[in-house]
């Protein structure tokens, strides 16, 4: 069993950089693949970007957001930059007990609260 707890949302203009975090529970987070989701008010939830074991990276948004993770503090993280309003969303962190993540939010069992990111134009 994971639990998990994002924080660091929060309102910023275009342009502007966010970090988000994603503090999980239990003994066994470096042998989950994590991901980061979004949901836009009426959009269907999207993928963000992962990090599996290995730390390989994948990503859908390319070159503005940084997926890392640290195994000793049970986190993982989602760095934004060069945000825009489109980028506006409320964010998931996800965990899959697997070797490797997918971009499919039903391959994901464990699913933190949320924490929202609004972009000002």
């Known amino acids: 069993q994971v639990q998990l707890a994002e924080s660091g949302g929060g309102l910023v203009q275009a342009g502007g950089s966010l970090s988000l975090s994603c503090a999980a529970s239990?003994?066994?987070?470096?042998?989950?693949?994590m991901a980061w989701f979004r949901q836009a008010p009426g959009k269907e939830r999207e993928f963000v970007a992962g990090?599996?074991?290995?730390?390989n990276t994948y990503y859908s948004v390319k070159g503005r957001f940084t997926i890392s993770r640290d195994n000793a503090k049970n986190t993982v993280y989602l760095q934004m930059n060069s945000l825009k309003p489109e980028d506006t969303a409320v964010y998931y962190c996800?965990?899959?007990?697997?070797?490797?993540?997918?971009?499919?939010?039903?391959?994901?069992?464990?699913w933190g609260q949320g924490t929202r990111v609004t972009v000002s134009s």
């Open positions: 996800a965990a899959r007990s697997a070797y490797i993540g997918t971009m499919q939010p039903n391959d994901y069992y464990y």
């Open positions: 990090i599996d074991v290995s730390h």
């Open positions: 239990g003994r066994t987070f470096s042998s989950y693949a």
